[in-house]
């Protein structure tokens, strides 16, 4: 008999937070946990091949439903092998569902209880999505780890109008694991319930009684500050099961990603490090550097001394001039950099954990950032 | 005592035609004649890095002196290094004098014996340019081989016209000897006269008199048929000094190359492989391919089952979807893909030549792409 082709193992539990030190098992591979997954939006992490995506230390992607679905659509991608094959990534690759686009990005979208029907963004045709068209797409697609379709809301918003889109998620997340059939693709929930610890106390526990693979806190980094963000993996953590992993989702700078662990994440996705690193802004251990500053460009000295990335081998005046002479290279070696900045604090948090440091670790990270404790102003 | 900086070896002459095998060793290291350089208009051969540029074969690059002057300044490439360690390129570089884009790009160029006066594209700002500044450009920049500072003309033209051009490209190249100070930087002088043989023969019999390093062939495809370039060469390549080197300046297709190379040319560049890479338009041996073809849209082949570049990896249909998506993938591959092709054809060439079975290769090559002989017909 074979192992079973997914498997969370929980090996550590830091002494001072709630973080987690894991592993999780896919059909791709093991990855370490907690980890950072970069997003490849239309079947590519933008400005990065496969190659330099892998030396960032990568472990494990994400790609959207809803983008590839559009174009070149599901069945074009199964028909070229699948998203590994397609995109000649042969690590994990975890899929959302769609929701968060459809609620977010799509045009004259209308919703009842058997799904969502919307515009298409690229060519205005009329699409319907459902639980089960979701889960039909993210097979076709053939990601390790597909999400159930849920029903996202912005914040603040009234408290029926969360509730009622939790409740209708949890239905949702019902009628996916009802129609996932592959034996080769995990199935993850989305706790619900914006900022309110009833709401999601009642999601959590309704999910957790249909037994998922993993578990995924949605609806936040939707409008809400950090600080109420922090306050509701707080309370939502707790109420997951432990031999689980847990994915916050679409989150965030590196401080909510730490911040995120501290309270026991071990999965995180954020375009942030490539979209920024495409607009000249870079992540270090200092805090952020915006290239397009006048102030660099005579300066000789790399990005951040310690970093070994392909950024780091060229000056901040190099990398300015590329912005200024708008060559598709500035945008590609940014992206590198804050890409293996992502995966570099990811690695340290992981060693911090195991040697139950996580506490002193976050302090020292978030001074470095410039970020007073527990701060309750968003970035700008 | 140590070896001069500069020396072209002649290895084999071809017995079919004339072309050549040779090693030109530069400051940045020996490289193998025929040689192909990408061209880095601006300090980065377009969505290419330094590492993945090495990948494809290439030995030395080319960077362009009029855009570097205007943006970022070669007292700031001087500052942060020289153009070797500012791109991060060890490899031996040759910039071209401005000549060519000070003619065709530049705004209410006006000229006298002095120099030229324009109006950079960039901000507008009144800049000069003459023999001297361009050697004092090209210094700074810090190449292994710089270009005399040439008047270029459109072609066709007025034989009085051309005539005037190449007369002040030679007294322009010798005042540009006079100026050169760096030991550590050959300079190469352009032969001038359009497709009039008595002009290039003057143009070659003074320039030769004054002593270069290497002897460029200028002022050719400029608007001129295929078949015209190749005449000019037929009379002009004879003229000149077999133990230096020869480079067709901006030239061409990859049959271009071949015709170049048969006429006993050494050096190439152009900007077509990357380009072209980026408007979805990839070089195989059968031709080229058009990836925005829908025909492409589930083509599970590579662009070339024998290539062994990034883009290669991948299915045409992964590719055809990088180009619909917009993503900056595609042109990267792609650039990739057709540089790799370039330097492939370049090494098939230098074997060809060493046995003695050039011409075999050429007519091959030819039928492969599709082309019939001495074709007069201008590819669209």
Chains 1, 2 share one sequence.
């Not at 592993?23 to 907690?34: C, L, Q, S, W």
């Not at 997954?37 to 030396?55: F, I, W, Y």
């Not at 690695?347 to 996580?358: G, P, S, T, V």
Request: net charge neutral.
């Amino acid at each position: 008999m074979t192992a079973p082709a997914f498997g969370f193992e929980l090996l550590h539990r830091e002494a001072s937070t709630r973080a987690r030190l894991g592993k999780f098992r896919t059909p791709h591979g093991v990855i370490d946990t907690p980890t950072f997954m970069p997003v490849g939006t239309q079947g590519t992490v933008k400005g990065v091949d496969a190659g330099r995506l892998r030396e960032t230390g990568a472990q494990m992607i994400l790609g959207n439903t809803y983008h590839l679905s559009l174009r070149p659509g599901e069945k074009t991608v199964a028909a070229l092998g699948g998203l590994h094959e397609f995109m000649k990534w042969d690590g994990p690759i975890l899929t959302d569902s769609g929701g968060f686009q459809v609620f977010s990005l799509a045009e004259r979208m209308t919703f009842d209880e058997t799904g969502v029907c919307f515009k298409s963004h690229i060519d205005g045709s009329k699409i319907e999505l459902s639980p089960e068209r979701a889960v039909a797409i993210q097979e076709d697609l053939g990601s390790d780890v597909a999400m159930v379709f849920d029903h996202v809301v912005a914040l603040p918003n009234e408290r029926d109008v969360v509730a009622d889109a939790m409740r209708r998620s949890v239905r949702w997340a019902e009628r996916c694991k009802v129609a996932a059939k592959r034996a080769d693709q995990a199935l993850f929930a989305i706790v619900q319930g914006g900022l309110d610890a009833e709401l999601r106390a009642e999601s959590a526990e309704r999910l957790v009684a249909l037994d998922f693979v993993g578990y995924a806190i949605g609806g936040l980094s939707v409008g809400e500050l950090p600080s109420e963000m922090y306050a509701a993996l707080d309370f939502t953590t707790p109420l997951l099961p432990e031999d689980r992993p847990r994915y916050l989702m679409g989150v965030g700078r590196p401080i909510d990603l730490l911040e995120g662990i501290a309270r026991g994440v071990d999965l995180f996705d954020c375009v942030m490090p490539t979209r920024n690193g495409r607009n000249a802004l870079a992540f270090t251990d200092s805090g952020s550097v915006r290239l397009r500053n006048q102030q660099y460009a005579l300066d000789r000295e790399p990005l951040d001394p310690n970093c070994c990335c392909l950024a780091c081998r060229h000056s901040r005046g190099y990398l300015r001039h590329l912005f200024q002479a708008k060559e598709m290279l500035g945008p590609m070696l940014v992206s590198i950099h804050n890409l293996t900045y992502y995966q570099r604090v990811m690695a340290e948090a992981r060693r911090a954990i195991l040697q139950n440091r996580f506490q002193d670790f976050l302090i020292e990270k978030r001074r470095g950032w410039g970020i007073r404790e527990a701060s309750a102003t968003p970035d700008r």
